[in-house]
Nanobody
Framework: QVQLVESGGGLVQAGGSLRLSCAAS????????MAWFRQAPGKEREFVAG????????YKTDSVKGRFTISRDNAKNTVYLQMNSLKPDDTAVYYC?????????????????WGQGTQVTVSS
């Protein structure tokens, strides 16, 4: 069993930055591919960024390339999402996700664990 707890969300003006963190319980964090998804009001949850268990491989959706960076620290059992140049369209609840043994997590199918989500609101 893995528990994921997100933090770092909040209200920020357009053009600003936030760093989300996802702390994982358990001793096998380094065996999990990790990802961030988001869900805006009235929309389906969508993939944002993913990182393999070793940190060597990352994927990002096109809309965040050049602005968001995903990283992980296996010694701290934590995955991060650095978000720069935020736009109002980035407003959503951001969820951390874990999939055992995955090189990359970029779809909801196969995700083993979800966090509870953290709200990010970008004002114009």
């Amino acid at each position: 069993q893995v528990q994921l707890v997100e933090s770092g969300g909040g209200l920020v003006q357009a053009g600003g930055s936030l760093r989300l963190s996802c702390a994982a319980s358990g001793r096998t964090f380094s065996s999990y591919g990790m990802a961030w998804f988001r869900q805006a009001p009235g929309k389906e949850r969508e993939f944002v960024a993913g990182i393999g268990w070793s940190g060597a491989t990352t994927y990002k959706t096109d809309s965040v390339k050049g602005r968001f960076t995903i990283s992980r620290d296996n010694a701290k059992n934590t995955v991060y999402l650095q978000m720069n140049s935020l736009k109002p369209d980035d407003t959503a609840v951001y969820y951390c996700a874990a999939q055992y043994g995955a090189v990359v997590v970029n779809t909801e199918a196969g995700v083993d664990y979800w966090g509870q989500g953290t709200q990010v609101t970008v004002s114009s």
